[in-house]
């Protein structure tokens, strides 16, 4: 009877490895090489299959690279990289991917922001305010869900706080309105103020920054009351849902708000090089068919975005300085501006001053969110052919 207990176990440990050996051989044989596959799920573009040459297999990266191939090709390969998330989370593990993950939330990890950089960027805002006096330029540097629920974490994970971040930065500028966002936001902070799978604020979070923002920009916010808000989507897994297929964490729910009185026609023009697109409203529903459910508002990230009004509260022109933090943001503003552009440095190669004039608006808003703020250097090139 004890051998053959001991045959069993042997049968048993031999098919497991036999399985486990064969899972490359299938991938080899089920998933194609050529194309390059985008990954719905996580949000990116799959390895491209290397290029073999002797020059490639020489210096191994034709290996580096097949291996990339494979990894990504892997049958299964989602279903073992939530075993292996969830296997962490097991022995309390709070940290993925760079990602912190409580039962409530995740959180993007930031690491410490390297001032010496920040500075560079800030001198760079200053500079762009000096240049264009004459025209008011105000700053709204919004924290991440990080900033606002760092409190959540356990003790020891290694948090850097946003609140000194955004004081060093609004102390740094000079010619330049700083917008507060952080006190109200903290203020609401046991509401649906941030997505619980991704990075950006909802709707009622870009509400409440843009009624703190509207006065100080010298424009009268609408009331709550004057809006109707709509549940579009209730299946949103965002960016952070992305990096950790983490799957303890509701989905989130995306809402629009329309003026309960009719909201005015927009047109939204994206200018993405040498393809310019209209597009009759700011919200772009075939998002809601698809993963990336936040380009819903305005749609994805492009270089130059033109939004008009045609029954704004104002005449008013407003240029928009910008990361995706905006996006569900822009859509409270067109009610009071007849015109705005969206730029996003991330995607200008050349001097702004090509793409328009800055004394035609009349008011400049850098709209970022802390973790892009600290890590980009797209506003350096606001010193470009000055």
């Known amino acids: 009877m004890k ?11 031999a098919f497991f490895f036999a399985f486990i050996g064969l899972i490359p051989v299938i991938s080899l044989i089920v998933m194609p090489k050529e194309a390059v596959v985008f990954s719905e799920i996580e949000n990116r573009y799959l390895a491209r299959f290397p290029q073999l040459s002797v020059e490639t297999v020489l210096n191994n990266e034709f290996m580096k690279g097949f291996e990339d191939w494979a990894d990504d090709r892997v049958v299964g390969r989602v279903e073992w990289i939530k075993l292996r998330n969830n296997l962490e989370l097991a022995l309390n ?5 760079g990602v912190f993950i409580t039962d409530e939330r995740l959180m993007q990890i930031w690491a410490k922001p390297d001032y010496d950089s920040i500075d560079k960027t800030l001198n760079a805002v200053n500079s762009f305010a000096e240049r264009h006096s004459e ?12 900033g606002i629920y760092a409190d959540t974490l356990p003790p020891s994970a290694p948090v850097n706080s946003q609140r000194d971040f955004i004081k060093y930065c609004y102390e740094y500028l000079a010619e330049v309105t700083p917008i507060d966002v952080a006190t109200p936001l903290e203020e609401h902070r046991e509401h649906y103020i941030y997505y619980r ?3 950006h604020m909802t709707s009622l979070g870009s509400y409440i920054s843009y009624t703190a923002a509207a006065p100080i920009l010298g424009e009268r916010p609408l009331e709550m009351g004057r809006f109707n808000i709509e549940n579009v989507s209730n299946s949103f897994l965002g960016t952070l849902y992305s990096l950790t297929l983490n799957d303890r964490v509701t989905p989130d729910v995306i809402s629009v708000y329309t003026l309960s009185d009719g909201d005015p026609a927009v047109t939204v023009t994206k200018n993405d090089g040498p393809e310019v697109e209209a597009h009759p409203g700011l919200y772009f529903e075939e998002f809601l068919e698809v993963k990336d459910k936040y380009s819903y508002f305005l749609g994805p990230n492009s270089p130059l975005v033109e939004i008009t009004s045609d029954s704004a509260t104002t005449e008013k022109r407003l240029l928009l300085f910008k990361d995706s933090y905006a996006h569900s943001l822009v859509p409270f503003l067109a009610k009071n501006y007849k015109h705005i552009t969206m730029v996003d440095m991330r995607y200008i190669n050349s001097s702004y001053r090509r793409l328009f004039n800055v004394e035609d608006y009349d008011a400049v808003l850098f709209v ?3 973790i892009t703020f600290s890590e980009d250097t ?8 000055r």
């Open 197 to 199: 799978t991704d990075h």
């Open 368 to 370: 970022y969110n802390v």
């Open 3 to 13: 051998s053959m207990n001991n045959l069993h176990k042997k049968l048993s440990a």
């Open 135 to 146: 025209t008011p330029v105000y700053f709204m540097l919004a924290p991440t869900s990080l």
């Open 93 to 97: 593990k709070t940290e993925i991917s």
């Open 378 to 385: 797209g506003l350096l090139k606001l010193n470009a052919g």
